[in-house]
């Protein structure tokens, strides 16, 4: 039996080379990371005060050391904006020193990464290319993940290890400035989070829908895995997303206590520009409630992330 509802035709649109873009971010313009002795930041929130968010952040690093010594996961969850800010270096370096036990991303996070991969710059002009409707059309993005996705699909890969892996298959020039090829190399798995027809490789006709959802869905499979870990000390940071990273990890926490009713006393972290209910709600409240502890900084990710996590170096 088929539809009665008739579908659109996605073989009518006209596809661009992502060559003839303008962009916003270029690999140039992340975060430097050549000598690390050079930052000490210890010093500097030694001397923070401790009263309300300071004494919060001070709290949080503790915490953070001390799961980092007992080898509890430290997880992160980041919308795109961590990568279109240029924070991609640091969380790479945090792969290499083994202090990040899995990353989840939404849709997005892996178009700009690929993006850097391919052609070291990402992020279109949007308000330009909106009007005529070349937004998203960029043609070797979409036809690149759709292909690592339907080869990982049938390799029993999930989505964020299909793409890793393809990155590093095709040698794409810029790979070393890629959270996925990192992690992939790291044996660090990268779970990413879809809502279909929210990115713009699903507005291409090289996409399956069957083979995104399937390849996302092995990664929650692989997140949950991960997530129970945290048990007992590990840490959860979700920075900069207010919607699916939020609600995957609601999720997940659910099924965890489902299996295992002891599964508490860990602490989550939001980060974001400003306070958004269903980060306060789904992770920074609701998990902690039977132990542990949640935190909520409001700041500027390309600032406050950078300024966290050197305070641990």
Known sequence: MNSKYKKFDLTKVKILSIKDRKNLVSYKDFLKIKNLKEIRLKNFVNILPDILMAKELKELLLLMKNAYKKNKPIIIATGAHSIKCGLSPLFIELIRRKMISLIALNGAGVIHDVEIALIGETSEKVDISIRDGSFGMAKETAEFINSALEFGVNNNMGYGEAVGYFID??????????????????????????GIGTDIIHQQPSTK??????????????????????????????????????????KAVTVIRNTNPDFKNFYTANFDMIKHYRPTTNVVHRPVLNGGKGFNFIGHNEIMIPLLFFSLF
């Open 209 to 250: 829908g069957e083979i995104i959802g399937k390849a996302s869905y092995t990664d929650f499979l692989i997140y949950i895995e991960k997530l129970k870990e945290i048990s007992d000390g590990g840490i959860y940071l979700n920075i900069g997303s207010n919607v699916i990273l939020p609600e995957v990890f609601l």
């Open 169 to 194: 298959k095709k040698n794409l020039k810029y790979r070393k400035y890629s959270l996925l090829y990192n992690a992939y190399k790291n044996n660090v798995p990268v779970t990413v989070h879809i």
